[in-house]
């Protein structure tokens, strides 16, 4: 496939990681594990000496912020955990992992390698309280302040609404409110806004 693109004259993105893991990974543990960052540079030196030239950008991880919430803290993917303390232990871990394999990619091949975050617009439902700054570090900020790599990459789908006293930290979009189909909250102008937030000192992003 990356042969195909390349000589079609397309530029190949490559992920590294998309929210699933293999089965033998999750089973010892996963990202909880003791050395799950070095399995993952590992993994990322393979397949980074197996495709070299063909990878001429290469994302490390998709959305580490959300494998950390939805899979720790939400519990509506794998693993299902629902736990405050280990939601905030693997977005560092996530973070350490994202760092290991730039090194790693940078050893095998020239490619320009960086992470791909999902940065939704984060409101408080009352004021911008200290919990409601914690957790905005914990989705968007943590993962701006200096993730290293050569480039970043911005998703942006919704507008929430922190509640810090809600058992999953969100609450619904207020009445009237224009959701999709899934029920997120349409609000395109929070694309601009993130991208600003994004681009803000202290941010890699090019």
Known sequence: MLTALRDSGMTAFVTLHHFTLP??????????????????????????AELGTLMP??????????????GYLEGYHPPGVTNVMKWK?????????HRAAVAAVRDQ????????????LLAPVDAETPAFLDIRHEIVDRYLEDPGGDWLGVQYYRKQWVDPAAPALFAPPPAGTALTQMGWAVHPDGLREMLHRAAEPGCRST
């Open 23 to 48: 089965r033998w990974f999750a089973a010892r543990g996963g990202w909880l594990a003791p050395d799950a960052t070095g399995v993952f540079a590992r993994y990322c030196r393979h397949v980074s």
């Open 89 to 97: 232990r693997v977005g560092g871990v996530l973070l350490e992992a």
């Open 57 to 70: 950008f290469v994302c490390t991880i998709n959305e580490p912020q959300m494998v950390a919430l939805h």
């Open 109 to 120: 091949a020239g490619s320009r390698v960086g992470l791909a975050v999902q940065l939704p």
